[in-house]
C-alpha cells in the first residue's frame, strides 16, 4: 500500500464512551500518529476526541469530518475540519476516506461504519465489542492494532 505517511487510518468508535475505552483510543491515536499516519474520525466527542487528542499530543494529523455544517463543533483536537450536514450518513465519508479503519468499543453508529467499511472493500481492525464479526481483524491492544495496520498494510 505504502509507506505510513500516505496511510489515513479512520478511528471510529461511540462520541460517548467509558474512560477504559477513551484511554484505549487516545493510546491508538498517539501510537498511529507516531507510525506516520494521518488519522480521520467524526470529529466530534468520545473515541473520536480520544483519538484527535492522542495523535494531537504528538503533533500528528487529524481530520474531523462533522455531521453539522459548524466547524467550531470539531473537538479541540483536530487540525482540519470538513462540514456535511449530512448527519449520521457521514459515517461513510469517514471510511470512505480512509485506508484502513479501526474500531474501538462503540454502538449502533460504530457497527454501521464498520459495515460500510467492509462493504467498500477497506480493512477493519476491532478493538474491543464488536471484534468477533467475521471478516474484520481481532486486537486486544492499541499496540496489536498498530502492528496489524504495520504488517499487513504498510511496505
Given at each position: 500500500m ?15 464512551c ?5 484511554d ?6 498517539r501510537?498511529l500518529?507516531?507510525?506516520?499516519c ?5 470529529g466530534?466527542g ?9 495523535a494531537s499530543s ?11 455544517l459548524d ?5 479541540e ?66 499496540e ?10 504498510l511496505?
Amino acid at each position: 500500500m505504502g509507506d505510513a505517511s500516505t496511510i489515513t487510518i479512520a478511528v471510529i468508535g461511540g462520541g460517548k464512551c467509558s474512560q477504559e475505552a477513551y484511554d484505549t483510543a487516545r493510546c491508538l491515536g498517539r501510537l498511529l500518529a507516531l507510525a506516520g499516519c494521518t488519522l480521520v474520525c467524526g470529529g466530534l466527542g468520545g473515541i473520536m476526541e480520544a483519538a484527535s487528542e492522542g495523535a494531537s499530543s504528538v503533533s500528528g494529523r487529524t481530520i474531523g469530518i462533522l455531521p453539522g455544517l459548524d466547524k467550531r463543533a470539531s473537538n479541540e483536537f483536530i487540525n482540519t475540519s470538513i462540514v456535511t450536514g449530512l448527519g449520521q450518513m457521514r459515517n461513510f465519508l469517514v471510511v470512505a476516506n480512509a485506508d484502513i479503519v479501526i474500531a474501538v468499543d462503540g454502538g449502533w453508529g460504530t457497527l454501521s461504519e464498520v459495515a460500510l467499511a467492509k462493504k467498500i472493500g477497506k480493512e477493519v481492525i476491532v478493538l474491543g465489542k464488536w471484534s468477533s464479526i467475521p471478516g474484520i481483524l481481532p486486537a486486544k491492544t492499541p499496540e496489536q492494532a498498530v502492528r496489524l495496520v504495520r504488517e499487513r498494510f504498510l511496505n
